[in-house]
């Protein structure tokens, strides 16, 4: 485990900051208690039509993907990353159902791959850690 710097703290709050703002709270918030997951054929009927839904479900998906592509590419300690947040595992679980129909329908085979990527990491992270306590 890597011992988390100042930086790392500045940057989780500041991610944290950003959740936050009113418009990503809203998207947050119909995202988690209202979106209803399905095929990709089902999503894409109803969203990406630049409907307030749609603004709120790429908000939310690409808000994660990024924040895990900073975990992902080491400019924020895993270790906090993981022990302080679980919002994009819900994300992750939501999303997982339909994208790869974006990811086939865009010609994107990495669209939110840092989001899976991060979210099975810190499945198997949660493991080693239950593992080691006892």
Avoid at 103 to 122: F, G, I, S, W
């Amino acid at each position: 485990m890597v011992q988390p710097t100042y930086d790392d703290a500045n940057l989780l709050l500041h991610l944290y900051e950003i959740r936050r703002e009113d418009k990503i709270r809203q998207a947050r918030h119909w995202f988690l208690f209202e979106f209803q997951t399905g095929a990709w054929s089902d999503i894409r009927q109803q969203f990406f039509t630049g409907a307030e839904q749609d603004n709120y479900l790429r908000m939310v998906v690409s808000y994660w993907d990024m924040a895990c592509a900073l975990v992902k590419q080491g400019i924020l300690n895993k270790d906090l990353f993981y022990t302080t947040n679980g919002e994009y595992l819900i994300v992750w679980e939501k999303t997982q159902p339909w994208v790869e129909g974006l990811r086939e329908e865009l010609k994107n085979p990495l669209m939110l791959r840092n989001l899976q990527e991060v979210a099975q990491d810190t499945m198997e992270w949660r493991v080693r850690q239950i593992e080691k306590s006892q």
